[in-house]
Structures are given as C-alpha cells and as structure tokens.
C-alpha cells in the first residue's frame, strides 16, 4: 500500500465523517428515548395523579360549565352519581338521605361520614394508605400512619370524652376548644374583608320558609334535625363535593373560597355553607368528624341572645368576625333571642389544623377523596 499525505488527510476526513454521523445518530436515539420518556412519565401522572393541597376555583362560572378547577373537574367526573347531592329545593332533601344530630347523611356505604367506626373502615383508610405511599411516598406519614392503625382505640371507647371525632382522629396535634384568628390569618382575614359580598349573597338566596317541611324551602337549602327551633344551610361545598347549583348563585362567595389558602377543598372533611338558625331554636351537642381541621364561622347576622359552646367554653359571634374552633370536640350553638331579632347566620367554612403538614394534608386528600 502507498502511502502518502494526501492519501491520509483522505483517511482523517472520512473518519472524522463518520464520527460526525455517529454522534448526530446517537443524539437523535437519546433525543428520542427522552421524549418517549417525558410521555410516559405524562401517562402516568394522567392515570394516577395525586390529590392538589388546594382545590383550584375559577372565579365565575361561564355559561352552563361547572365552576372551579379541580373540584370542577372532581364534580364533572362525578356528575349523576350517588355521592353527588343537591341537598335542599322545591320537592324534597334529596333521595337516600337521612337527618341526624342536624347533619344530612346519604346512607351510602362509601361515605366516610355515614360509615360506622369499626374494623371494616380501619381497613380502608390502611389499604387507602399502603396505596398513596406506594404510589408517592411514605415520608412524613408518621402520625397518619399512626392515626390510621390505633383508629380503634381512638374513636370505639365508650368512655365520655370532651373530644372525639366520629371518623378520623390524627395522634399527636395540639388540641383546643377555640383558635386564635393568628392560626389562619391570612384566611380569616380575607373572609373579613370578603363580609359585605358574602351577605349580600346570603341575603340574594335566602327566603324565610313558612314552615319545616321541605317542600316549603327555597330551592338548595336544607333543613337539619333539632330539639327546637329551625336550623337551615345552604351548602356550596358538601364533604368535599361541589354544589353547583348552589355555586352558580353565589360566583362572588365562589371566588372568596378559591383564594383562601388553607380551605379543605378535596377530601370529605372539607365543607362551607351559609348556616341559619332562627329565634329559639338549639342544635344537639354533638362530636364533629375529625380534628385535623378547624371549622371557621364568620358572622354574618349575629342578635343577642346567641351563643356557641365547644368543649364546655362559650363565645358569642359577632358581625363581620371569625370565630375558630376544633368540632372535633363536643360542641352545640343555640340562638335564645326573641322571633323580631331575626335569625342568627354565619358563613361557615373547614380550614385545616395548622398543624398539619402539607404531606399529611396531601395524604388526607387521598385517603379521604369524595367517593373513595
């Protein structure tokens, strides 16, 4: 073989050739691979998306679609299912539902709420917790890991008790009858500033019934069970499920729930309504669900005469202010003014337990999902 220099430079610039062809071959396969890659990861979280902190409302409703983003969409995908209840309205409360302790329960065996305690719901919420740590993480699930294995010595004592949630109790959480407004202060101060807007929707949805018979109410509200007296809500999210009619005719309430920050908006804890109980009237002493939240009422039209007791410690509402407190202690309210003061009405709203980790929270959020 002859060599020569040009017979090599002929060699480097076919080799350098087929270097260059090389590289842009294997940039194409690994360019490729990625967005294969970058799909699937897309498919996946499609298929198994975990539960948002914090449900996305869209300000208002255009036309005939759903309000909100996540509960949006939560609801559409719910839509004509037995969890789904427009309580209250011209013709009856709702099919399958009953009242007790003034609370409206579906007697379906999905729901948290109406399921006794016992071993069968221990079971759930575990096998609801092996599955969101499998899928995401079990960092940080300490005391919900703890909560869900000891559900039974926490909820089937018979013992009296000053607190004892009826579903879910989460070890290790500082408890106390009433909260300081400082514990969620950006949301009590927005509900405060949002006062004149939220009563006069109140004011543009509320009519006096004439009686307690259903038939007799406005349309979305509800009557609850009591020993005396009317109590009537008009709910816009109930355990965890958006009420779109409801929705629709309040867009500006709608909107002040979106913004707040630590609203439960995707789990069966999370509820917010207008809450009316007239002259006379007194709601049973009972437990609420949970204490991983804390319930916020915001006054809208307090008389005198009323009263709210938790854990044996009363507070009176007032006008334009919140009040904080856990529900998950033994609590009732009673309004013992005279009938030309006129009801007593609050915006009622569930905030989370300050706390609760944002990784417990989204953990709840998965466990506790409308319909689970």
Same mark, same amino acid.
Not at 47 to 64: D, T, V
């Given at each position: 073989?002859?060599?020569?220099?040009? %017979? #090599?430079?002929?060699?480097?610039?076919?080799?350098?050739?087929?270097?260059?062809?090389?590289?842009?071959?294997?940039?194409?396969?690994?360019?490729?691979?990625?967005?294969?890659?970058?799909?699937?990861?897309?498919?996946?979280?499609?298929?198994?998306?975990?539960?948002?902190?914090?449900?996305?409302?869209?300000?208002?409703?255009?036309?005939?679609?759903?309000?909100?983003?996540?509960?949006?969409?939560?609801?559409?995908?719910?839509r004509g299912s037995s969890n789904l209840r427009q309580v209250g309205g011209v013709g009856g409360s709702g099919v399958g539902e009953e009242e007790l302790n003034g609370f409206a329960?579906? *007697?379906?065996?999905?729901?948290?709420?109406?399921?006794?305690?016992?071993?069968?719901?221990?079971?759930?919420?575990?096998?609801?917790?092996?599955?969101?740590?499998? %899928?995401?993480?079990?960092?940080? #699930?300490?005391?919900?890991?703890?909560?869900?294995?000891? *559900?039974?010595?926490?909820?089937?004592?018979? %013992?009296?008790?000053?607190?004892?949630?009826?579903?879910?109790?989460?070890?290790?959480?500082?408890?106390?009858?009433?909260?300081?407004?400082?514990? *969620?202060?950006?949301?009590?101060?927005?509900?405060?500033?949002?006062?004149?807007?939220?009563?006069?929707?109140?004011?543009?949805?509320?009519?006096?019934?004439?009686?307690?018979?259903?038939?007799?109410?406005?349309?979305?509200?509800?009557?609850?069970?009591?020993?005396?007296?009317?109590?009537?809500?008009?709910?816009?999210?109930?355990?965890?499920?958006?009420?779109?009619?409801?929705?629709?005719?309040?867009?500006?309430?709608?909107?002040?729930?979106? *913004?707040?920050?630590?609203?439960?908006?995707?789990?069966?804890?999370?509820?917010?309504?207008?809450?009316?109980?007239?002259?006379?009237?007194?709601?049973?002493?009972?437990?609420?669900?949970?204490?991983?939240?804390?319930?916020?009422?915001?006054?809208?039209?307090v008389p005198s005469g009323c009263e709210l007791v938790v854990g044996g410690e009363p507070q009176c509402w007032s006008e334009g202010s919140c009040l904080l407190f856990d529900d998950?202690?033994?609590?009732?309210?009673?309004?013992?003014?005279?009938?030309?003061?006129?009801?007593?009405v609050v915006f009622m709203v569930d905030l989370w337990h300050p706390n609760v980790a944002a990784a417990e929270r989204q953990a709840l959020d998965y466990i506790f999902t409308p319909?689970?």
């Open positions: 073989m002859e060599w020569s220099l040009e %017979r #090599m430079r002929e060699w480097v610039a076919g080799g350098m050739q087929s270097v260059r062809e090389c590289e842009s071959s294997a940039l194409g396969t690994a360019l490729c691979l990625a967005l294969l890659f970058i799909w699937y990861c897309y498919r996946v979280g499609c298929e198994h998306s975990a539960p948002s902190l914090h449900g996305g409302f869209s300000p208002e409703p255009r036309g005939g679609a759903v309000p909100g983003g996540v509960l949006a969409s939560d609801l559409s995908a719910r329960y579906c *007697q379906s065996p999905e729901c948290f709420r109406c399921t006794k305690p016992g071993e069968g719901l221990n079971q759930r919420l575990y096998h609801s917790l092996q599955e969101y740590a499998k %899928r995401y993480t079990w960092a940080g #699930m300490g005391r919900v890991h703890k909560g869900v294995r000891e *559900q039974g010595r926490y909820l089937l004592c018979s %013992r009296p008790s000053i607190q004892k949630p009826e579903v879910f109790f989460l070890p290790d959480l500082p408890s106390a009858p009433f909260f300081s407004r400082e514990a *969620q202060k950006h949301d009590v101060e927005l509900l405060e500033r949002s006062f004149p807007a939220l009563l006069a929707e109140f004011e543009s949805v509320y009519r006096l019934p004439s009686s307690r018979t259903s038939s007799s109410l406005p349309l979305g509200w509800k009557a609850n069970s009591t020993p005396r007296g009317q109590w009537w809500t008009f709910y816009l999210v109930n355990q965890g499920t958006p009420m779109v009619l409801n929705a629709r005719r309040c867009p500006r309430t709608w909107r002040v729930l979106g *913004q707040l920050r630590t609203f439960i908006a995707n789990n069966v804890f999370g509820n917010a309504c207008f809450s009316v109980l007239s002259p006379g009237a007194t709601i049973t002493e009972h437990y609420g669900p949970t204490n991983v939240r804390l319930r916020c009422h915001l006054g809208l039209k998950s202690f033994l609590h009732t309210a009673f309004h013992d003014g005279s009938p030309e003061d006129g009801p007593r319909g689970r």
